[in-house]
C-alpha cells in the first residue's frame, strides 16, 4: 500500500504550490503547527524538490502529472478536513494510536510524529466503516448488561478491579477481598492523571479532592457492582462480573473512538473493551459512562457507522479562502 | 457526460441545420471587400485570416496584423468603442517545424483533445485574471492541418476581459469553419514549403519572435487593407451566411451534413466546457487519441492578448477601424516581454520572480494538479452551499498560478500561519493548566525548561513544549482531543499509571501507527493479547505487572498452573519489576 511521508518543508512547499485551502484545525494545518514554520525560501527550494523527486512524489516538469495525483488529493483533504476520528487500540499496555481525517464521503488515513507525516491515499468512508474494528472482536457470550454510571463511579469500579486481582494473588489465590480504605486511598494516590483531565478541561471531571467517594461507593454498592461482605471488606458484585471479567482479562483489548467536529466543543467518544469472549461498548459523555454489553460484533459496527455518519455532516463554519494574489 | 454531449450535439445539429436553411436563400457579402487590391499588399497568410474574419463576421470594429510573414500571421480584432478593448478574438496560422503541438496557451485552461473536420484538435477554455477582476475568459480552437510538406497550426481565440460586464468570449467555433474552409483552398502558401520552417510554431510568442516586422495597422503604408464591415454588436454569433463553408451553398447534401454534426459535436464540447468543472481537462485529456495532452509542461504563454491594448493615438479616433477606408495612422508598437520592469506586466513580473526558483515555474502549469485539487474539494465538500466556497477557492487557486510570486507565496505562508495561530491560543491556554500536573513527564519537563530559559509565554511556551512533548506524541492527545486520553486512561490506560514505577504517569507510551495500514496494526495488536507478551520479559519488567499478574491468575483459575506455581511465577514478576513484595 502506498504511504507518502512529508517532512514539514516538503509539506509547507506543496501546500503553497497548490494554494491548498488549509483550514485552521484541520489535521494539516495541526501537524504544520507542530514546528516552526520556514521561511518561504526554505521550504521553495530546490532542495525540497529534489527530496520529493527522489521519493517519486515529483516527476518533473515535462511529466504530463508533474506531482502525485493521488498525493494532492490526500493533501487537499487534511488541509479542509472538518472531522478527526482518533482511534487508540490497547493491548497489555502496548498502545497504537491511528488517525483519520473525514471529509463527506472520503478518508485520509495519518500518522504523524515532531519530523513527518504520513498521509494514505483518499479512501471511501465505507470502507473505514468496515476494516474500523478488528475482525478478532468475537463475542462468545453476552449477559446484556445495560447500565450507566457516574464516571467518578466507574473509575472507582475499575480500581476496585484491579484490587479484586492484587488480593488474589496476595492471598496465594484465595479470596479476592479488599478494604474499603485500601480502594479509596489507592484512587486518591493514583489520580494525577486524572488532574490532568481536568485541568485539560474535560467536560465532568471534577477535581479529586472534590470527589464525592462516599456517596460513590455506596452508589457501585447500591447497584451491586461492589458487595459489602464485612464492614470493610469489599469484593465485585455479581451483577458486575461480566465487566469485571472483561476489564480484568489477560488478553483485555480496548479500542477507543473519538471523533472531533470542528463545529462543536464535544467530542463523541466511545470503547471497545473485547475480553473473555465478550464485547462492551462504553459510551463516554460529559460526566458519565453508558455501559452497553454487544452480543454481535454487528452491533459494533452499527455505532461505528453512526459515528462516521456524524463525520459526513462535519463542515466548518465558516472556510478559510486562502490569499489572493495582489496585482 | 455522454448523455450530456449527445444532448448537446442533437441541439447543436437541428440549431445548424435551421442556419443552414436560411443561409441558402442569402448571398455571401464582403465579396466586393474581398476582391480589394489591398488585400493583396500582405501575404497570403493575414489575407487568408483577414477574409475569413471578414465572412464570418468577427465581431469587433478594429483589427491589427501582428505578425505577417512566410512562416505564418497573427491578426486580431478588437473593438475600439471601449477603452480596454473588452473583447478580442485573435486568428492565427503558423508553419511548424514538423511538430504540431496543441498546448493550451493558458497553463489551467480546460482542454479537451478531439478532431476539428478531421484534423487533431484541441479546444480549450481558460478562466483569467484581468485588471484587478477574475472574471475575464479566454476560448478557442487549434487543429494541425498538414498541406503538402507542411503542417500548419491554426488557431482561433476569442476573449472577452470582463464576462460580467461584457458578457462571454465569443464562440469562436463558427469562426473557425470559416478558417478552415479557406485554408482548405489555400494551403499550403506558396514560397513556405521552399523553406525549412525554424523550430517556431507560436509566431506571436513575444522576445522569442523571428524577426518579423510587426504590422501593426500598416498605417503609413499606401495600400491599407480593405476595412471590414464593422460588427459590434458583440454577438458571439456571426451571421449564418458569413459562417457557411462553400459547399454548402454549392448544394452537396453530404457535406453539409457532416459538417453540421462534426460543428454540432464541438459545438457541444465548448458549451459543456463553459458550464462544467475544470475536471474536462482530465476528461479530455483521458478521451484524447492519437495526439497526447501537454498542458503541464507546456511554457508559460505571455501572450499579448492579455495585456491592455494600447489606446489608439491622438487624432485617430477610433482607430483604423474595419470601416475606415482612410488610411491608418501608426502605432506605437505592444510592450515586449524585454520592457523595463516597472512596465512589465503582472504575468511577466511573474516570469520574472520564476526564475528565482523551480517552483514558481511550476506553480504556472499546473493545470493538472490545481485541477485535482478542485475536483477532490467538490467530491469532499457535500453540503449545500459548497459550490460557491469551492467557487472561492478556486478562484483564489487560479489567481495565484497566474501571479507565483516570492511575495504572494510568502502572503500564503503568513495567512496560514496566522489562522493556526488563532486556533492553538486555546489549546495554549489548556497547557498552561495542564502544565501544573504533569511536570512529572520528562518531555513536557523539557519542554517547559526550554520555555521559561527563553522567556517564552503563551502560544510560544506552548509550540516549544509541544516540541518536546510531540517526542512523547502526546501534543494532540491532551491539547486537541483530551476526552479520548481521558477514556483510554479511565479504561485501560490507568491501570499503568496505577501500577507503573514510582507512580509515573504513563499517558505517552501510545504508538503512531498512523503509518502503517489498520488491517495489519489489529493484526499486531491480537498478537499481543493472545500470548506474545509473555514471552517478552522487557516489558513485563518496565511496564507490564498487572497484565502479567492477571496471566498468571488466569492460568491458575483454568487449572493450567498450580496454585503454587502461581505464587512462585508472581514472586519472580514482582522481583524483577520492584525488588521486593508487593
Same mark, same amino acid.
Given at each position: 500500500m502506498t504511504v507518502y511521508q512529508l517532512?514539514?518543508?516538503?509539506?509547507?512547499?506543496?501546500?503553497?504550490?497548490?494554494?491548498?485551502?488549509?483550514?485552521?484545525?484541520s489535521a494539516l494545518?495541526d501537524w504544520?503547527?507542530?514546528?516552526?514554520?520556514?521561511?518561504?525560501?526554505?521550504?521553495?527550494?530546490?532542495?525540497?524538490?529534489?527530496?520529493?523527486?527522489?521519493?517519486?512524489?515529483?516527476?518533473?516538469?515535462?511529466?504530463?502529472?508533474?506531482?502525485?495525483?493521488s498525493l494532492?488529493r490526500a493533501l487537499t483533504l487534511v488541509s479542509?478536513n472538518?472531522a478527526l476520528i482518533t482511534v487508540l487500540l490497547?493491548?497489555?499496555?502496548?498502545?497504537a494510536l491511528v488517525r483519520f481525517a473525514q471529509a463527506g464521503e472520503s478518508y485520509v488515513q495519518l500518522g504523524m510524529d515532531?519530523?513527518g507525516l504520513a498521509l494514505h491515499p483518499v479512501m471511501p468512508v465505507h470502507h473505514l466503516q468496515q476494516t474500523l474494528l478488528p475482525?478478532?472482536?468475537?463475542?462468545?457470550?453476552?449477559?446484556?448488561?445495560?447500565?450507566?454510571?457516574?464516571?467518578?463511579?466507574?473509575?472507582?469500579?475499575?480500581?476496585?478491579?484491579?484490587?479484586?486481582?492484587?488480593?488474589?494473588?496476595?492471598?496465594?489465590?484465595?479470596?479476592?477481598?479488599?478494604?474499603?480504605?485500601?480502594?479509596?486511598?489507592?484512587?486518591?494516590?493514583?489520580?494525577?492523571?486524572?488532574?490532568?483531565?481536568?485541568?485539560?478541561?474535560?467536560?465532568?471531571?471534577?477535581?479529586?479532592?472534590?470527589?464525592?467517594?462516599?456517596?460513590?461507593?455506596?452508589?457501585?454498592?447500591?447497584?451491586?457492582?461492589?458487595?459489602?461482605?464485612?464492614?470493610?471488606?469489599?469484593?465485585?458484585?455479581?451483577?458486575?462480573?461480566?465487566?469485571?471479567?472483561?476489564?480484568?482479562?489477560?488478553?483485555?483489548?480496548?479500542l477507543?473512538l473519538s471523533l472531533q467536529?470542528?463545529?462543536?466543543?464535544?467530542?463523541?467518544?466511545?470503547?471497545?473493551?473485547?475480553?473473555?469472549?465478550?464485547?462492551?461498548?462504553?459510551?463516554?459523555?460529559?460526566?458519565?459512562?453508558?455501559?452497553?454489553?454487544?452480543?454481535?460484533?454487528?452491533?459494533?459496527?452499527?455505532?461505528v457507522?453512526?459515528l462516521l455518519?456524524?463525520g459526513?455532516?462535519?463542515?466548518?463554519?465558516?472556510?478559510?479562502?486562502?490569499?489572493?494574489?495582489?496585482? | 457526460?455522454?448523455?450530456?454531449?449527445?444532448?448537446?450535439?442533437?441541439?447543436?445539429?437541428?440549431?445548424?441545420?435551421? =442556419?443552414?436553411?436560411?443561409?441558402?436563400?442569402?448571398?455571401?457579402?464582403?465579396?466586393?471587400?474581398?476582391?480589394?487590391?489591398?488585400?493583396?499588399?500582405?501575404?497570403?497568410?493575414?489575407?487568408?485570416?483577414?477574409?475569413?474574419?471578414?465572412?464570418?463576421?468577427?465581431?469587433?470594429?478594429?483589427?491589427?496584423?501582428?505578425?505577417?510573414?512566410?512562416?505564418?500571421?497573427?491578426?486580431?480584432?478588437?473593438?475600439?468603442?471601449?477603452?480596454?478593448?473588452?473583447?478580442?478574438?485573435?486568428?492565427?496560422?503558423?508553419?511548424?517545424?514538423?511538430?504540431?503541438?496543441?498546448?493550451?496557451?493558458?497553463?489551467?485552461?480546460?482542454?479537451?483533445?478531439? =478532431?476539428?473536420?478531421?484534423?487533431?484538435?484541441?479546444?480549450?477554455?481558460?478562466?483569467?485574471?484581468?485588471?484587478?477582476?477574475?472574471?475575464?475568459?479566454? =476560448?478557442?480552437?487549434?487543429?494541425?492541418?498538414?498541406?503538402?510538406?507542411?503542417?500548419?497550426?491554426?488557431?482561433?481565440?476569442?476573449?472577452? %476581459?470582463?464576462?460580467?460586464?461584457?458578457?462571454?468570449?465569443?464562440?469562436?467555433?463558427?469562426?473557425?469553419?470559416?478558417?478552415?474552409?479557406?485554408?482548405?483552398?489555400?494551403?499550403?502558401?506558396?514560397?513556405?514549403?521552399?523553406?525549412?520552417?525554424?523550430?517556431?510554431?507560436?509566431?506571436?510568442?513575444?522576445?522569442?519572435?523571428?524577426?518579423?516586422?510587426?504590422?501593426?495597422?500598416?498605417?503609413?503604408?499606401?495600400?491599407?487593407?480593405?476595412?471590414?464591415?464593422?460588427?459590434?454588436?458583440?454577438?458571439?454569433?456571426?451571421?449564418?451566411?458569413?459562417?457557411?463553408?462553400?459547399?454548402?451553398?454549392?448544394?452537396?447534401?453530404?457535406?453539409?451534413?457532416?459538417?453540421?454534426?462534426?460543428?454540432?459535436?464541438?459545438?457541444?464540447?465548448?458549451?459543456?466546457?463553459?458550464?462544467?468543472?475544470?475536471?474536462?481537462?482530465?476528461?479530455?485529456?483521458?478521451?484524447?487519441?492519437?495526439?497526447?495532452?501537454?498542458?503541464?509542461?507546456?511554457?508559460?504563454?505571455?501572450?499579448?492578448?492579455?495585456?491592455?491594448?494600447?489606446?489608439?493615438?491622438?487624432?485617430?479616433?477610433?482607430?483604423?477601424?474595419?470601416?475606415?477606408?482612410?488610411?491608418?495612422?501608426?502605432?506605437?508598437?505592444?510592450?515586449?516581454?524585454?520592457?523595463?520592469?516597472?512596465?512589465?506586466?503582472?504575468?511577466?513580473?511573474?516570469?520574472?520572480?520564476?526564475?528565482?526558483?523551480?517552483?514558481?515555474?511550476?506553480?504556472?502549469?499546473?493545470?493538472?494538479?490545481?485541477?485535482?485539487?478542485?475536483?477532490?474539494?467538490?467530491?469532499f465538500?457535500?453540503?449545500?452551499?459548497?459550490?460557491?466556497?469551492?467557487?472561492?477557492?478556486?478562484?483564489?487557486?487560479?489567481?495565484?498560478?497566474?501571479?507565483?510570486?516570492?511575495?504572494?507565496?510568502?502572503?500564503?505562508?503568513?495567512?496560514?500561519?496566522?489562522?493556526?495561530?488563532?486556533?492553538?491560543?486555546?489549546?495554549?491556554?489548556?497547557?498552561?493548566?495542564?502544565?501544573?500536573?504533569?511536570?512529572?513527564?520528562?518531555?513536557?519537563?523539557?519542554?517547559?525548561?526550554?520555555?521559561?530559559?527563553?522567556?517564552?509565554?503563551?502560544?510560544?511556551?506552548?509550540?516549544?513544549?509541544?516540541?518536546?512533548?510531540?517526542?512523547?506524541r502526546?501534543?494532540w492527545?491532551?491539547?486537541?482531543?483530551?476526552?479520548?486520553?481521558?477514556?483510554?486512561?479511565?479504561?485501560?490506560?490507568?491501570?499503568?499509571?496505577?501500577?507503573?514505577?514510582?507512580?509515573?504517569?504513563?499517558?505517552?507510551?501510545a504508538i503512531d501507527k498512523g503509518a502503517e495500514a489498520w488491517d495489519k496494526v489489529t493484526q499486531e495488536w491480537?498478537?499481543?493479547?493472545?500470548?506474545?507478551?509473555?514471552?517478552?520479559?522487557?516489558?513485563?519488567?518496565?511496564?507490564?505487572?498487572? %497484565?502479567?499478574?492477571?496471566?498468571?491468575?488466569?492460568?491458575?483459575?483454568?487449572?493450567?498452573?498450580?496454585?503454587?506455581?502461581?505464587?512462585?511465577?508472581?514472586?519472580?514478576?514482582?522481583?524483577?519489576?520492584?525488588?521486593?513484595?508487593?
Open positions: 517532512s514539514h518543508p516538503e509539506a509547507w512547499a506543496l501546500a503553497t504550490l497548490l494554494h491548498l485551502p488549509l483550514q485552521p484545525g494545518a504544520l503547527a507542530s514546528a516552526p514554520t520556514p521561511q518561504v525560501d526554505e521550504f521553495l527550494s530546490e532542495t525540497t524538490l529534489k527530496d520529493l523527486a527522489a521519493k517519486g512524489y515529483y516527476r518533473g516538469p515535462k511529466s504530463a502529472t508533474p506531482f502525485d495525483e494532492i479542509v472538518a490497547r493491548t497489555n499496555g502496548r498502545v515532531e519530523s475482525g478478532w472482536f468475537t463475542v462468545g457470550h453476552t449477559e446484556d448488561v445495560q447500565d450507566t454510571l457516574p464516571l467518578e463511579a466507574f473509575l472507582l469500579f475499575t480500581h476496585a478491579c484491579n484490587l479484586a486481582d492484587w488480593a488474589f494473588v496476595r492471598s496465594d489465590f484465595y479470596q479476592r477481598s479488599f478494604s474499603v480504605q485500601e480502594l479509596i486511598e489507592n484512587l486518591r494516590r493514583s489520580a494525577a492523571w486524572w488532574e490532568v483531565f481536568k485541568a485539560a478541561e474535560v467536560k465532568g471531571v471534577p477535581a479529586v479532592a472534590e470527589l464525592p467517594l462516599e456517596s460513590t461507593l455506596n452508589l457501585l454498592i447500591e447497584r451491586d457492582y461492589l458487595t459489602r461482605i464485612a464492614d470493610d471488606l469489599l469484593t465485585i458484585g455479581n451483577t458486575a462480573k461480566p465487566l469485571a471479567a472483561t476489564l480484568t482479562a489477560p488478553e483485555s483489548c480496548t477507543t467536529i470542528w463545529e462543536e466543543d464535544e467530542v463523541v467518544c466511545g470503547v471497545f473493551l473485547h475480553g473473555d469472549g465478550r464485547l462492551f461498548l462504553l459510551e463516554f459523555v460529559p460526566g458519565q459512562v453508558n455501559i452497553q454489553q454487544l452480543d454481535s460484533l454487528e452491533r459494533a459496527h452499527s455505532w457507522e453512526r455518519e456524524r459526513r455532516q462535519a463542515r466548518y463554519a465558516e472556510y478559510a479562502v486562502p490569499p489572493a494574489a495582489p496585482q | 457526460m455522454g448523455k450530456k454531449l449527445r444532448f448537446a450535439g442533437w441541439l447543436m445539429t437541428g440549431a445548424l441545420a435551421i =442556419t443552414l436553411l436560411t443561409a441558402a436563400s442569402r448571398p455571401l457579402f464582403l465579396s466586393e471587400s474581398l476582391a480589394n487590391k489591398e488585400f493583396q499588399t500582405l501575404t497570403p497568410c493575414a489575407t487568408l485570416l483577414l477574409e475569413a474574419a471578414n465572412q464570418a463576421g468577427v465581431p469587433g470594429s478594429s483589427y491589427r496584423v501582428l505578425t505577417d510573414n512566410s512562416l505564418g500571421c497573427v491578426v486580431y480584432f478588437y473593438d475600439e468603442s471601449y477603452e480596454d478593448s473588452p473583447k478580442r478574438n485573435t486568428l492565427k496560422i503558423s508553419a511548424t517545424n514538423g511538430v504540431c503541438d496543441l498546448n493550451p496557451p493558458w497553463s489551467d485552461a480546460e482542454t479537451i483533445i478531439t =478532431t476539428f473536420y478531421g484534423y487533431d484538435a484541441l479546444i480549450y477554455r481558460a478562466q483569467l485574471f484581468y485588471n484587478g477582476e477574475n472574471d475575464a475568459e479566454s =476560448t478557442g480552437i487549434k487543429w494541425c492541418m498538414p498541406k503538402g510538406d507542411i503542417t500548419y497550426l491554426l488557431e482561433v481565440e476569442t476573449d472577452s %476581459h470582463s464576462i460580467s460586464l461584457y458578457g462571454s468570449a465569443a464562440d469562436p467555433l463558427p469562426i473557425a469553419e470559416v478558417v478552415l474552409r479557406l485554408a482548405e483552398e489555400r494551403l499550403p502558401f506558396e514560397g513556405v514549403g521552399d523553406q525549412a520552417p525554424p523550430a517556431v510554431d507560436q509566431p506571436d510568442e513575444g522576445a522569442q519572435e523571428p524577426p518579423a516586422p510587426i504590422q501593426e495597422d500598416e498605417g503609413a503604408q499606401p495600400n491599407q487593407p480593405q476595412p471590414i464591415p464593422p460588427d459590434t454588436s458583440d454577438s458571439s454569433e456571426p451571421s449564418s451566411e458569413s459562417s457557411l463553408p462553400p459547399l454548402v451553398v454549392g448544394g452537396s447534401i453530404a457535406v453539409p451534413i457532416a459538417g453540421a454534426v462534426a460543428g454540432a459535436a464541438l459545438a457541444g464540447l465548448m458549451g459543456l466546457m463553459a458550464s462544467t468543472a475544470s475536471n474536462l481537462a482530465q476528461a479530455g485529456a483521458s478521451a484524447a487519441g492519437s495526439i497526447p495532452a501537454s498542458p503541464a509542461v507546456s511554457p508559460p504563454a505571455p501572450q499579448a492578448d492579455l495585456r491592455p491594448t494600447e489606446p489608439p493615438p491622438a487624432g485617430l479616433e477610433g482607430g483604423p477601424t474595419l470601416q475606415d477606408e482612410s488610411p491608418p495612422q501608426p502605432q506605437p508598437p505592444p510592450p515586449q516581454t524585454a520592457a523595463p520592469p516597472e512596465t512589465l506586466s503582472r504575468f511577466e513580473k511573474a516570469i520574472v520572480a520564476g526564475t528565482q526558483s523551480p517552483w514558481f515555474d511550476l506553480a504556472k502549469n499546473l493545470t493538472g494538479p490545481a485541477s485535482t485539487v478542485v475536483g477532490s474539494l467538490s467530491e465538500f457535500t453540503f449545500s452551499d459548497s459550490p460557491q466556497v469551492v467557487d472561492s477557492i478556486r478562484k483564489a487557486i487560479q489567481d495565484w498560478h497566474f501571479n507565483p510570486t516570492p511575495a504572494n507565496a510568502e502572503a500564503y505562508r503568513q495567512a496560514v500561519r496566522s489562522s493556526i495561530n488563532i486556533r492553538l491560543a486555546r489549546a495554549a491556554e489548556r497547557l498552561d493548566n495542564v502544565s501544573k500536573w504533569i511536570d512529572v513527564v520528562d518531555a513536557v519537563g523539557t519542554g517547559l525548561d526550554k520555555a521559561q530559559a527563553r522567556g517564552y509565554t503563551g502560544l510560544d511556551k506552548f509550540l516549544t513544549v509541544g516540541a518536546e512533548w510531540g517526542k512523547k502526546l501534543t492527545m491532551l491539547t486537541k482531543n483530551p476526552m479520548v486520553g481521558l477514556t483510554d486512561a479511565a479504561v485501560g490506560g490507568a491501570t499503568e499509571m496505577l501500577w507503573g514505577a514510582e507512580g509515573r504517569i504513563d499517558i505517552g507510551s491480537s498478537g499481543y493479547s493472545e500470548g506474545v507478551l509473555a514471552q517478552d520479559a522487557d516489558i513485563q519488567m518496565k511496564d507490564q505487572f498487572l %497484565h502479567g499478574l492477571r496471566r498468571i491468575r488466569s492460568q491458575v483459575e483454568q487449572g493450567t498452573l498450580t496454585r503454587q506455581e502461581g505464587i512462585e511465577r508472581i514472586n519472580r514478576l514482582r522481583n524483577r519489576m520492584f525488588g521486593g513484595n508487593p
